[in-house]
């Protein structure tokens, strides 16, 4: 992909400070098919010197409810099979696989993460599983998360895991007598944000049910993931506590970046 055509910034956005740490490129401010400009304001996150990508945005959304009901902890590797690569853009599609040690008495299991399209058609998981999960005719949510057990399958169509079904035998009425503890916000996003401002003010991170304890693992778990893809097809063994791959020294390359000068920290 080539990089847009240079264009003079609009008086009302500072583009020197929107780049921050990034390195320098133009400005260019064309609407593009989304609906939204280039980069400014919400195309950034699409870009890998601006963003995270999909998995960037949403898993840490998708994912936490299998990330933190199973204790996932670091994976042992991870791999991804991506689409239209290019140093510019993350990919039109991508199926990233973690695998998971086992932890305690809960045996070793492995993560799909789906994006994008390809052919023409959105990226999801195999039809044999999809088919226990959707009525005929049903189309699958643009988003959401399943948990596959022996047991049974818990369903969320919803970013945020506002809605869900249980797939197996009993499996409601198991579920309506489990007890429930585990503290519920219950305000959406407003009030995800409130126990954010609610615990810097206190200085006292546990205010926050996603603090940093929780969010730090999770988040570098999964944006693994996008160096998985930059390597796309090469199956990355992850080291936890030391902080880098074991087996590519050109996926640690992509662990960190330079800032650009007067960004430093």
């Not at 390195?23 to 010197?49: A, E, I, L, V």
């Not at 898993?59 to 991870?78: D, E, I």
Request: glycine share 10%; aromatic share 10%; with cysteine.
């Amino acid at each position: 992909m080539k990089r847009p055509a240079d264009q003079t910034a609009p008086a009302t956005v500072h583009w020197d400070e929107w780049l921050g740490p990034a390195p320098t490129r133009p400005y260019n401010g064309d609407m593009q098919s989304d609906g939204h400009r280039t980069y400014h304001d919400f195309n950034w996150r699409g870009w890998w010197d601006f963003g995270t990508g999909a998995l960037g945005d949403m898993a840490c959304h998708t994912a936490n409810m299998a990330y933190r009901a199973l204790n996932l902890g670091f994976p042992v590797s991870v791999v991804a099979d991506a689409t239209d690569l290019n140093s510019e853009t993350y990919p039109s599609s991508a199926h990233v696989t973690y695998e998971f040690p086992a932890r305690g008495e809960m045996p070793a299991m492995t993560c799909h993460w789906y994006e994008g399209k390809r052919n023409g058609k959105k990226l999801a998981p195999p039809k044999e599983l999809l088919s226990k999960l959707l009525k005929k005719d049903e189309k699958l949510a643009d988003s959401g998360s399943i948990l596959v057990g022996d047991k049974g399958i818990l369903f969320s169509p919803n970013d945020y895991g506002a809605k869900y079904v249980l797939v197996g035998e009993g499996l409601d009425e198991a579920a309506k007598k489990v007890p429930q503890t585990l503290p519920r916000n219950g305000k959406g996003d407003t009030g995800m944000k409130q126990e954010w401002v609610d615990a810097i003010k206190a200085g006292k991170p546990d205010h926050a049910y996603s603090n940093f304890d929780i969010a730090a693992m999770l988040t570098e778990s999964i944006l693994l993931g996008n160096v998985a893809i930059r390597l796309t097809g090469q199956k990355l063994a992850w080291d936890g506590p030391a902080l880098q791959f074991t087996n590519n020294s050109t996926a640690n390359g992509y662990l960190h970046y330079d800032y650009r000068k007067g960004w430093t920290l």
